[in-house]
DNA sequence: CCGTCAATGAC
RNA sequence: CUUGUCAUUGACGG
């Protein structure tokens, strides 16, 4: 068959709207389009603008293209396409975080890069389908702020009990099976599924990467299910177009609001439970100190990628919209 | 319309 | 030998 090779671009939006219309559509063949040098090569020049630097190879950006691009893209397909090709270690690197812990990253060879590149383009087409209208963080599209004003519109709408969830070390913790299985809901293809686990595996017994080129989607994947039950929640309890429980999540930062009234006290409980389920599920641990339930009438503040939220009252009493300060 | 290269900031 | 994803802004080029 003669079919005429269709770009990256037109591929990627075929897959993501087959997902999209499909939602149990398992997905075939896509090893082919990973090993595709112009999806290897996107990958590279994704990956060259960071300016990163090298793995534990120390191989370079400057190297690799002194020595020959192509060549290098080619070397790279031959291995995948023999099944030959082998991830080294990351380079492990422990940068200071903001409130004195250590931040450890795990820095793959560039060459990893490029192959995780490669197959971040081909799994996110067929995951953005999947992912859930509260989810912004690593998202094509999305922004931070629009996440702020989703959780700021909620508090106008009076959804002033909230559940600030903090995460501990999510990365960290998913678990290879769990996270294979929820790839595997979507991918009928078996070079893929080895491919990721390979990818997995040097990385150690459990978690994703900080550093990976992939873990952002992939741990976007392993919480679609907590999205997925908000939403629920969501749409259950909905009243026409009022609704009385929100959610925004952006990586490990998650919050829930849930309306003032009375009335919906119990929604609170069921999604706090809830959530305490489905983390346990996933072996992710909630952080029982800093997560916190706060009552926004009562004075009470939470905090959302850097923005405290905070009910003030106006100049003539009533209650007024939410207030951001600081930061 | 397509591309290249700087910044910034959320995690 | 501070990694990664995403977004935004700006400059330039064909």
Request: proline letters at 2%; aromatic letters at 10%.
């Amino acid at each position: 068959m003669i079919k005429a090779s269709i770009g990256l671009q037109d591929l990627r939006r075929k897959i993501y709207l087959k997902a999209k219309s499909d939602k149990t559509w398992r997905f075939w063949g896509l090893y082919v389009h990973v090993c595709k040098i112009e999806t290897l090569h996107l990958a590279y020049r994704e990956a060259k603008k960071n300016n990163g630097a090298p793995g534990i190879d120390g191989v370079s950006f400057a190297d690799i293209e002194a020595a020959g691009l192509k060549a290098f893209l080619e070397q790279i397909q031959n291995e995948l396409h023999s099944r030959t090709y082998r991830p080294m270690r990351n380079r492990i690197k422990e940068i200071p975080k903001g409130n004195g812990k250590v931040r450890t990253l795990g820095i793959p060879g560039i060459r990893d890069r490029v192959v995780q590149g490669a197959l971040k383009l081909i799994l996110e087409a067929i995951f953005e389908a999947d992912f859930q209208e509260g989810s912004y963080g690593y998202r094509p599209k999305r922004t931070a702020h629009t996440a702020i004003d989703r959780v700021a519109s909620a508090v106008v709408k009076n959804k002033t009990r909230v559940i600030d969830l903090d995460l501990s070390a999510y990365f960290d913790n998913v678990r290879h099976f769990t996270l294979i299985k929820k790839v595997a809901e979507r991918v009928n293809d078996d070079d893929v599924l080895r491919l990721l686990k390979l990818i997995l595996k040097v990385g150690g017994a459990k978690g994703v990467p900080q550093g990976g080129v992939i873990s952002p989607l992939l741990s976007n994947l392993y919480l679609n299910e907590v999205d997925k039950m908000l939403e629920r929640a969501k749409e259950v309890t909905r009243k026409g177009r009022f609704t009385y429980i929100e959610y925004a999540r952006f990586a490990d930062d998650l919050v829930v609001l849930v309306d003032g009234f009375g009335k919906w006290e119990w929604l609170l409980k069921a999604a706090y439970k809830r959530l305490v389920e489905e983390f346990e599920k996933l072996g992710v641990q909630m952080n029982q100190e800093k997560t916190q339930i706060v009552n926004l009438t009562q004075d009470e503040t939470f905090s959302f990628l850097g923005f405290d939220f905070r009910r003030i009252k106006t100049r003539r009493g009533a209650w007024g919209g939410d207030e951001l300060l600081h930061e």
